[in-house]
């Protein structure tokens, strides 16, 4: 009965490689972000969806691609990774309009580790 | 460009003792104001909300205030227990969650 789940919830890869993390709700929310928690615990956001169209775009590598292909699910794909993209990234939902303006649900984040 | 800053970054009280964290905004055209708490290896758990025409929310022992005027809020713990040991982090809505970097709250047994 989890409410924002995410997967896998560690991933250790090499420099180079492509990777996805894949977050899945089922509060029946029209919005879903991605952030960014790294080293120094300072989050940030990524992405952010409503009904399957991206709203927010923050300024992230191209590297990074968001996926929705329904409202329920928001997942992550990040190709060529580098050491820097070692960080926990936390995927979240929310009932509103996109812009944060209802409590935020997160899943428990996934710990990337880039060698 | 908005900036969040939480002070203290840590802070260690016995139990049943009563707290405050704080949180200091730089632009103070905000939609809202959240408090989330984050356990250790866990996600983020929303605690309050606080929208730009409120003052304050109360949940429990838990109450934030707003002065959305001067760039403050606050987050009152009441008779802190153990249980509520976590890193409590303030966001402010500018059409998107910016986010402090936290306090790190333990209560002692």
């Known amino acids: 009965d989890t409410a924002v789940s995410q997967t896998p919830k560690y991933l250790v890869t090499q420099m180079g490689n492509d990777k996805s993390i894949k977050c899945e709700q089922n509060l029946g929310h029209d919005t879903m972000y991605w952030y960014k928690q790294d080293s120094k615990k300072f989050l940030k956001i990524m992405f952010s969806?409503?009904?399957?169209?991206?709203?927010i775009n923050e300024t992230v590598p191209n590297r990074f691609s968001p996926k929705s292909p329904d409202k329920a699910h928001l997942n992550l794909h990040i190709n060529s990774l580098e050491l820097g993209d070692s960080a926990v990234y936390f995927c979240?939902?929310?009932?509103?309009?996109?812009?944060?303006?209802?409590?935020?649900?997160f899943g428990n984040g996934t710990r990337l580790t880039v060698t | 460009k908005q900036e969040v800053t939480q002070i203290p970054a840590a802070l260690s009280v016995p139990e049943g003792e009563n707290l405050v964290l704080n949180c200091s905004f730089t632009?103070?055209?905000?939609?809202?104001l959240q408090w989330f708490r984050q356990d250790p290896g866990k996600g983020l758990t929303s605690l309050l909300l606080?929208?730009?025409?409120?003052r304050e929310q109360t949940s429990g022992r838990l109450n934030a205030s707003l002065d959305k005027s001067s760039g403050r809020s606050t987050l009152y713990i009441a008779a802190s227990q153990p249980g509520d040991s976590a890193t409590y982090l303030c966001a402010v809505n500018t059409e998107k969650l910016v986010f402090g970097k936290g306090t790190k709250l333990t209560v002692n047994p």
């Open positions: 969806y409503n009904n399957k169209e991206l709203i």
């Open positions: 606080i929208q730009s025409s409120q």
């Open positions: 632009d103070s055209a905000i939609y809202n």
């Open positions: 979240a939902s929310s009932p509103g309009q996109g812009y944060a303006d209802s409590p935020l649900h």
